[in-house]
């Protein structure tokens, strides 16, 4: 099982970025998954999560209306489009896979799998 995310860079704020995570070893339909991100001495956070069973997508409140999370059975990645970025959405992103259980989604400790992260700048 791997993950592998890509997509990121440097945008100015009120851009818009789409980030990939490429799955291999497993399907969209496999698992669970999850986008978090991580800003300098901060912990990580869960921003976005897709279920398995039926695609229902959650999201935490500070990117909720600008993030939308999809699954792409054809390419069999999973996709964060991000519009209206903010100074504050600048972190390195990952992408996660099979929740554990026992903790909420937005707990990192909760997640099996886990692909090396991009970095997404927004500044002018």
């Known amino acids: 099982v791997q993950l592998q995310a890509s997509g990121g860079g440097l945008v100015q704020p009120e851009g818009s970025l789409r980030l990939s995570c490429a799955l291999s070893g497993f399907t969209v339909d496999s698992y669970a998954i999850a986008w978090f991100r991580q800003a300098p001495g901060k912990e990580r956070e869960g921003v976005s999560c897709?279920?398995?069973?039926?695609?229902?997508?959650w999201y935490v409140d500070s990117v909720k209306g600008r993030f939308t999370m999809s699954g792409n059975n054809i390419k069999n990645t999973v996709d964060l489009l991000m519009n209206s970025l903010k100074p504050e959405d600048t972190a390195v992103y990952f992408c996660?896979?099979?929740?554990?259980?026992?903790?909420?989604?937005?707990?990192?400790?909760?997640?099996?799998?886990w692909g090396q992260g991009t970095q997404v700048t927004v500044s002018s």
């Open positions: 996660a896979a099979e929740r554990l259980g026992g903790t909420k989604w937005t707990d990192p400790k909760g997640w099996h799998y």
């Open positions: 897709m279920s398995n069973n039926d695609g229902r997508t």
